[in-house]
């Protein structure tokens, strides 16, 4: 076969850019560990996501010393958690899966991208070196309202960072002379004891303080009797406060004799 | 005419891309040009051109044969 | 009266049957460019006047209309010529030739109307599922059926030009296999070896579970059977163009094709490593092990090597062309090529545009860096330079020297048609260009509304605005574009007047001929044997682990019918309904 000596140049200039190209990648697998999404993340049926112990409440957790997970459930058309925030100098390691058909867990403007295709788990590893601001967007076509499935990333500072979270349990309404209970569970993705004070101020008087240990990835509830007759009748603005987060609701003191069934 | 009609309007739209990126090109130099001076600018290399490809060609050495 | 012998004068019934596939080409491509323009309006939110629901209706019509009718169209029907004129024989049964033409013509309306059924609430069908039809969306079983008659049409499209090669080999036992015959016919070979996916995914999975027969399907499995055909028909939409830069460019040019055997030795190459390449379009797919992927990408980047050969013969024969012509010098030969010439022109300036794709493409094909660009914009402004201009430029370019060998009149106005090809080039480059730049910050593909609530994009230069002005003053120099084409072929079709002066039927000689290649490139068993190895080593083990970690009927996957919809605020009730 009669190949002209510049055709042959342009072969072999050719297979050096293909080689080449091919080098590249395997050194970015090999050197500097550029992973890949593979099959590390296993298989689920999307029917029994919710009683995944994974999936069943979703969210970041703390897994080693600057290392946590997260994980997210995609479906039409939303993430869960919708925003999520992990701390700067981390590394996380995203578990993604869907409830219905695929989507995509885009990170915008990032290399952070992964199908999320219904029966599989996928597995990202990210680092976060600078806090910053990105969106979540899903980039596979997922039906009729697609284009409003987003979410929030937030990497923030580390010292801003914690994984404590409350929720609180209240009567609305107290009558006059009761005592009544405000009590806060506080929870701990941490992967340490979580040792604080929680306090309630309620009222323009009362200020109450607990301490309270919470231990890694665990809860606890914090029990704040509070005694209406000091407060007097009317409304009373409180709030729980544990590690700077705050929570805050409005207890309404009646007398006796009016308003028995509690219409708050 | 240096070259032919043909020949013109591919030049012209080989200046598309070109003026397109010419600011993302420039922006790498500090330049940020707005969306109106690069249509200035664009307009001003289609002049050139166009002066050039019109402007007669001496003693028809380059001959025009598309 | 000159003896005029144009393929109308050597072959009439052929030239009526491919007539009429070149008129179906060109309908698809009139009414899936107008739904570019809407899309493009509408995604940069320059002019709304559809809901965004029915944004999904159109761009599934806008995929299927243009990459699969309007190209596979134009490739029958050019292909048909091609086998036709290079053996210089007739096919063997007109009437079987009318067959295949209309099984392909059945399936494609079965597959229009279930997609128009999306927006016409009177048809109770749906089908918006996109071109890529991923599960667990399900369409109307119109939907699958009409693609797999469509599918199987162009099997019998390949049976007929093979069975005339054969009836031609019988006559010339010992003549090499004419070069338009040999890319016909590779082509076909690895057609016919990639559909099985598809095939396979439709037949056994997808339309079962659409008539009900089996409850599930597993995503993954139907996904990756597309792929095992998804990336091998851009091949098969790119053939018939690099026939044609292949075999007329050189001639329009004025001159020869530099190599026949090189021609060979590309297709084959094609043939061989089309398909198993399918797994670099789920780089980011869970479920599939690293090193498939790596297998893929490898496979894929020796997948360059084609094409780089191929820029390097279209630009030689084009420069000999131009030296035949008296063109001189370094590059003023450039000015010596035929530019007044729209077939030509248009054919240059796609192979250029290509070159740019191919960059791209360079892009998608690297594993690690896909993570940054997969799903984005960017995947649109690369293959609009690909099917978009390589294939869909070449074919309308091409279609000014064919449409009057087909019909014996002259092109109504040349003028318009250089024009025509022109604007393509000016509206390819604002929209792609501007595409591959949104796709660089982020901006996903498929979507109606890529304006978010919780954040903005950043490009690196300009602003959001000014991409988006790009792209919709490039959607609308297309769609022009296509509508100076349609109005050119059909008043040169109506009212142009037979002409005597209508080129012969010829295609380009070689300044290098097959007697230079080996026999062996013209031993299709061999090639064939070595792809189905290659496709056999690439995805044996992936379909495998697939099917051995999510069931080959996958677990308990519930359909998703796209006509229910929801609003998104009963759907936000609703999750927070089934999350613990």
Not at chain 1, 137 to 162: I, S
Not at chain 3, 28 to 56: E, K, M, W
Not at chain 3, 98 to 112: C, D, E, Q, S
Not at chain 3, 172 to 195: H, K
């Amino acid at each position: 076969m009669n190949i002209h000596t510049y055709e042959k140049t342009w072969l072999a200039v050719s297979m050096v850019l293909i080689v080449g190209f091919i080098a590249t990648v395997t050194y970015g697998a090999v050197g500097p560990g550029i992973a890949m999404i593979d099959d590390d993340g296993g298989s689920i049926d999307p029917d029994t996501i919710n009683d995944d112990e994974r999936f069943n409440d979703p969210g970041v957790t703390h897994v080693g010393e600057n290392e946590y997970e997260a994980a997210v459930v995609a479906q039409a058309w939303t993430y869960t958690p919708s925003e999520i925030t992990v701390p700067a100098n981390s590394t996380v390691t995203f578990y993604v899966t869907s409830r219905d058909v695929t989507h995509s867990f885009t990170v915008a403007g990032t290399n952070v991208n992964t199908m999320v295709v219904p029966g599989q788990i996928s597995e990202m590893t990210v680092e976060f070196d600078e806090p910053g601001e990105y969106g979540i967007l899903c980039n596979e076509y997922c039906g009729a309202y697609h284009h409003t499935m987003e979410g929030k990333l937030n990497v923030v500072p580390q010292d801003e960072f914690d994984l404590t979270e409350l929720s609180t349990d209240a009567s609305d309404e107290a009558q006059l002379g009761n005592q009544t209970t405000i009590n806060t569970t506080v929870s701990n993705d941490m992967n340490y004891d979580l040792e604080t004070t929680a306090t309630l101020e309620i009222g323009d008087q009362q200020s109450l303080e607990q301490d309270v240990t919470v231990p890694a990835h665990g809860s606890e509830t914090v029990e704040f009797a509070v005694d209406t007759t000091d407060l007097g009748t009317g409304d009373h603005d409180w709030t729980v406060t544990v590690d700077g987060h705050e929570e805050s609701d409005t207890l309404t003191v009646t007398n006796a004799t009016e308003g028995g069934d509690g219409d708050a | 005419m240096r070259i032919s009609k043909g020949g013109l309007l591919v030049i012209m739209a080989f200046l598309t891309p070109l003026i397109v990126e010419l600011r993302t090109v420039l922006s790498w130099f500090g330049i940020r040009l707005s969306v109106v001076e690069t249509g200035a600018l664009g307009l001003a290399l289609i002049g050139a051109v166009l002066i050039w490809a019109l402007w007669p060609s001496n003693g028809g050495t380059e001959a025009k044969l598309a | 009266m000159a003896m005029r012998n144009a393929y109308i004068d050597q072959f009439p019934k052929e030239a009526r049957v491919i007539r009429a596939i070149l008129w179906s080409s060109f309908l698809a491509l009139t009414i899936g460019g107008t739904l570019g323009l809407i899309q493009g309006l509408h995604r940069t939110n320059v002019l709304r006047f559809i809901p965004s629901q029915d944004y999904y209706t159109v761009l599934t019509a806008h995929g299927v209309l243009l990459v699969i009718t309007f190209t596979i169209f134009f490739l029958v029907g050019i292909f048909t010529w091609a086998v036709t004129t290079s053996l210089d024989r007739g096919v063997k049964d007109i009437r079987f030739t009318w067959g295949w033409y209309a099984i392909m013509m059945i399936g494609t309306l079965l597959v229009g109307v279930s997609i128009l059924g999306g927006v016409v609430d009177q048809i109770p069908m749906n089908a918006d599922v996109l071109y890529t039809f991923y599960s667990p969306f399900q369409a109307h079983p119109a939907f699958y059926v009409g693609f797999v008659l469509f599918v199987v049409g162009t099997w019998l499209a390949g049976f007929d030009w093979f069975r005339t090669w054969w009836a031609w080999k019988k006559d010339n036992p010992d003549e090499r296999i004419p070069l338009p015959t040999f890319m016909a016919l590779t082509t076909m070979l690895f057609w016919y070896l990639s559909s099985i996916g598809v095939a396979i995914s439709i037949l056994a999975f997808l339309l079962p579970w659409s008539l009900g027969i089996i409850d599930s399907v597993n995503p993954l499995l139907t996904r990756t059977l597309f792929w095992f055909f998804g990336h091998p028909v851009v091949y098969f939409w790119l053939m018939p163009a690099y026939m044609l830069w292949y075999t007329m460019l050189p001639k329009l040019s004025g001159g020869k094709l530099f190599s026949d055997p090189l021609a060979r030795v590309v297709f084959v190459l094609f043939l061989i490593l089309s398909t198993p390449v399918g797994i670099h379009h789920q780089y980011l797919d869970p479920g599939i092990a690293e090193g498939f992927k790596f297998i893929a990408m490898t496979n894929t980047m020796f997948l360059l090597l084609p094409s780089l050969l191929t820029a390097f013969t279209v630009v030689a024969s084009m420069e000999h062309g131009a030296r035949q012509r008296g063109g001189k010098g370094y590059l003023s030969w450039l000015k010596a090529l035929p530019w007044r010439d729209p077939a030509f022109t248009g054919m240059a300036l796609a192979g250029l545009m290509f070159a740019a794709g191919g960059f791209s493409g360079m892009i998608n094909a690297g594993l690690s860096i896909n993570y940054l660009v997969h799903n984005s914009w960017w995947v649109v402004g690369h293959f609009h330079l690909t099917v978009g201009t390589a294939a869909a430029l070449t074919f309308m370019a091409a279609s000014y020297w064919f449409i009057p060998q087909l019909t014996g009149k002259e092109i109504w106005n040349r003028s318009l048609g250089l024009v025509q090809v022109v604007l393509w080039f000016i509206g390819m480059t604002f929209m792609s260009n501007a595409m591959h730049r949104a796709g660089l910050f982020g901006m996903p593909r498929r979507t109606a509304e890529p304006q978010y609530q919780g954040f903005d994009f950043e490009p690196a230069v300009g602003t959001v605005a000014e991409i988006d002005a790009q792209v919709a003053l490039g959607a609308a120099l297309l769609t022009l574009s296509v509508y100076l084409f349609i109005t050119n072929m059909v008043l040169t079709t109506i009212g142009g007047s037979t002409s005597d002066a209508i080129p012969d039927n010829t295609y380009a000689g070689t300044l290098s001929g097959p007697e230079d290649a080996p026999v062996i490139i013209d031993n299709l068993k061999l090639w064939t044997s070595i792809a189905v190895v290659l496709v056999i080593i690439a995805y044996s083990l992936p379909l495998a682990s697939i099917i051995d970690a999510g069931g080959l009927f996958g677990p308990g996957i519930d359909p998703w019918k796209p006509s229910v919809v929801a609003d998104p605020s009963l759907v936000l009730e609703s999750v927070r309904g089934v999350m613990p």
